[in-house]
């Protein structure tokens, strides 16, 4: 297995999703918080977190994504989760789409948008599984203001909509941003 580049900021770390991440996976994944605006059902064991370490880890050996564990520089605490859902082809290009969630005790202090300054970096400067990725998208939903203001502030521009094709019980439509790397 290659394993997962690491990105650094000024305060934080972003790796790889290890299985001593596990418990605070389940702590993520399963606080109807950080639930709210997402498509998964919380969690109900440390199996299923560890699941879905394991579905991150295939995800990269099939050159289909990754996630990166969102680490605080200073002690290692983990924070959260960032990284690529998918990779998708328009024309020539590539677009991917970005998804991401903090633990409700590092809201507000500007990790996220830490974090995410430093994935788009590493995919404007590197090619991702031999592909020149043009665009990234997030797609979130209407309601998710705080996650909206989170990518403006990075340039991501409203260019539309998208059906709600998620297992999440909101009814609200997925609005799309997009950010042009090049």
Not at 138 to 166: C, H, M, P, Y
Request: net charge negative.
């Amino acid at each position: 297995m290659e394993y997962l580049f690491s990105i650094e900021t000024d305060r934080l770390v972003l790796s790889d999703l290890t299985e001593d991440d596990k418990n605070f996976v389940f702590e993520l994944f399963s606080n109807s918080s950080v639930l709210e605006f997402y498509d998964l059902k919380a969690f109900t064991s440390l199996e299923e977190a560890q699941a879905l370490i394991e579905k991150m880890h295939k995800k990269w050996d099939e050159q289909l994504g990754f996630r990166h564990a969102i680490r605080h520089k200073q002690d290692g605490t983990m924070l959260g989760t960032c990284g690529v859902n998918a990779i998708k082809p328009i024309g020539e290009d590539f677009s991917v789409v970005i998804g991401y969630e903090l633990h409700p005790h590092a809201w507000g202090e500007g990790y996220m948008q830490e974090a995410l300054v430093g994935l788009i970096q590493y995919l404007k400067q590197e090619r991702l599984f031999q592909k020149q990725i043009k665009y990234v998208w997030a797609e979130i939903f209407e309601q998710n203001i705080r996650s909206q203001q989170v990518v403006q502030k990075l340039g991501f521009e409203l260019i539309g909509d998208t059906a709600n094709k998620t297992g999440n019980n909101l009814s609200a439509s997925l609005l799309k941003f997009e950010l042009k790397l090049f």
